[in-house]
C-alpha cells in the first residue's frame, strides 16, 4: 500500500511569510496526526484527526498555526506568521484509529531565515 | 506531562552481534508501546508494539519487553546489519491520550 505522503520536503522562509504543508494519508486511515519534530528528538504532536475533527489540537500554537482536514481525506498545516523558532521537521502520519500503530511520512523540513 | 526516557542516548554494535535498546516510561498508567525506526530524512517507522497485557512480543530480528514493575521497555534487535543504524524512538501511551516519544537512540552498526 502507498505511504502516508507529504510535500513539500523542503521549504526555505523568511520570517513573516507564509507556508503550507501538505499530506495525504493512507488510504482508509481515518486517524490523521500532524507531529512537529526538532533535531535530536521526538515527535510532538501537534494535532489529531478523527475523520473532519480536530479532536485534540491542545498542542497547536493557534495564534498562528493552523490545520484543516476537509473530507476527512487530505490535511493542510499553515503556519502564518513563520517566526525563526518554527523551523524544524513537520510530519503528518495516519493510522486506523486512534488505538493502531501511526505511520509516518518522510515530513517537511522548514527553515525559517 | 508524563515523559519518556532513554538510558543511552548512543549506542555502536559490531555487525552481526545482537542490539539491545532500552528505554525507562514515567507514567505507570500507560497501556500501549511502541518502538519506531528513523533514518535519517525518513520519518519514524513502525517496528513493533506491545500492550501491558505482555511481557513479551516477537517480529522478525526483533523482540520487544515489557517490565511494569520498572516501568522498563527494551528492543532487542538480532543479527544486527548495517542497515539497523538508525535512530530509534520508544513512545508510550495511556487509553486514548496522546502517545509520547522520547528523545531517541542513535543505533550505529561497526562493519
Known amino acids: 500500500e502507498a505511504g502516508v505522503v507529504q510535500s513539500p520536503r523542503y521549504k526555505i522562509i523568511e520570517k513573516k511569510q507564509p507556508v503550507a504543508f501538505w499530506c495525504n494519508p493512507i488510504?482508509?486511515?481515518?486517524?490523521l496526526y500532524w507531529y512537529l519534530q526538532n533535531l535530536g528528538q521526538g515527535p510532538e504532536l501537534l494535532i489529531r484527526?478523527?475523520?473532519?475533527?480536530?479532536?485534540?489540537d491542545s498542542q497547536l500554537p493557534k495564534d498562528r498555526f493552523s490545520a484543516e482536514r476537509l473530507k476527512g481525506v487530505d490535511s493542510t498545516l499553515k503556519i502564518q506568521p513563520a517566526e525563526l523558532g518554527d523551523s524544524a521537521v513537520y510530519l503528518c502520519?495516519?493510522?486506523?484509529?486512534?488505538?493502531?500503530?501511526?505511520?509516518f511520512g518522510n515530513g517537511t523540513r522548514l527553515t525559517v531565515t | 506531562g508524563e515523559s519518556v526516557g532513554l538510558h543511552l542516548p548512543t549506542l555502536s554494535v559490531q555487525e552481526g552481534d545482537n542490539s539491545i535498546i532500552n528505554c525507562a516510561y514515567s507514567?505507570?498508567?500507560?497501556?500501549?508501546f511502541i518502538w519506531y525506526k528513523q533514518e535519517s530524512g525518513k520519518g519514524p517507522q513502525f517496528i513493533i508494539d506491545?500492550?501491558?497485557?505482555?511481557d513479551k512480543r516477537q517480529g522478525q530480528r526483533v523482540t520487544v519487553l515489557l517490565n511494569k514493575t520498572v516501568k522498563h521497555l527494551s528492543l532487542q534487535i538480532a543479527a544486527t546489519q548495517p542497515g539497523d543504524s538508525a535512530v530509534y524512538f520508544c513512545?508510550?501511551?495511556?487509553?486514548?491520550?496522546?502517545?509520547?516519544f522520547g528523545t531517541g537512540t542513535r543505533l550505529t552498526i561497526i562493519p
Open positions: 502520519a495516519s493510522s486506523l484509529d486512534y488505538n493502531s500503530p501511526l505511520h
Open positions: 488510504s482508509g486511515h481515518n486517524t
Open positions: 484527526y478523527e475523520n473532519e475533527e480536530a479532536v485534540d
Open positions: 507514567n505507570s498508567a500507560s497501556d500501549y
Open positions: 506491545i500492550r501491558s497485557n505482555m
Open positions: 513512545a508510550e501511551q495511556f487509553g486514548n491520550e496522546k502517545l509520547t
